[in-house]
């Protein structure tokens, strides 16, 4: 189990941005100087499991590229989570998941009583429609079907990453624990 967790922290360091070349980002100078707070950035017990679920819950309610990150980064900012893993929990939605999510949006908001015509979703997919067929169906009966059904599976997703976070942090907090105390018997 250690070696996943010093296995993840490499890829974390060696693929997320750093402080300083986020900072030189035109995109982020609007948002001011607390989201530079050092408590957003740091991998604390606290910070992780909130950004965990901050990013999955905009991965999944906000279906839009390039708005997700930012959406998790202004989110995680009064909710004192963690930004850069929030940001990386919004690739939870990619081009291969977002099928799924959508249909399965659709699903619950149809069995919370709203109305999204899953036939013509099934027509549509099949023809390969154009997006001016697929904006008129979802602006019929389908959207509030789909964004219902996106903000109860996101807020669902985002409470079961917070709490494996919280207990994959525990285990691996008890596994450096371990380790301290075995190097300190032997020496």
């Known amino acids: 189990m ?9 890829q974390y360091r060696k693929h997320a941005p750093t402080k300083e070349e986020l900072r030189k980002s035109a995109l982020l100078k609007p948002l001011g100087q607390r989201i530079w707070a050092s408590e957003l950035w740091r991998l604390s017990r606290r910070s992780v499991p909130a950004g965990v679920g901050v990013g999955l819950l905009v991965g999944i309610v ?9 959406g998790a ?9 963690n930004i850069p893993i929030a940001a990386v929990m919004t690739f939870v939605s990619n081009p291969a998941t977002t099928p799924f999510f959508l249909i399965a949006a659709l699903e619950v908001g149809n069995w919370l009583g709203f109305h999204a015509d899953m ?17 008129a169906w979802l602006l019929s009966d389908a959207a509030p079907a ?11 997703v985002a409470l079961a990453g917070y709490f494996v976070s919280l207990v994959v942090w ?7 624990w371990r380790s301290r105390l075995h190097r300190e018997k032997q020496a």
């Open 146 to 156: 789909l964004v219902s059904g996106l903000v109860i599976i996101g807020l669902a």
């Open 170 to 176: 525990r285990l691996w907090i008890r596994s450096k």
């Open 119 to 135: 036939a013509a979703f099934n027509r549509l997919s099949q023809a390969r429609a154009p997006m001016r067929d697929w904006a």
């Open 62 to 70: 906000l279906m839009i590229p390039g708005l997700q990150i930012v």
């Open 2 to 10: 250690a070696d996943l967790f010093h296995f993840l922290r490499r």
């Open 73 to 81: 980064a202004l989110l995680a900012v009064p909710l004192r989570a």
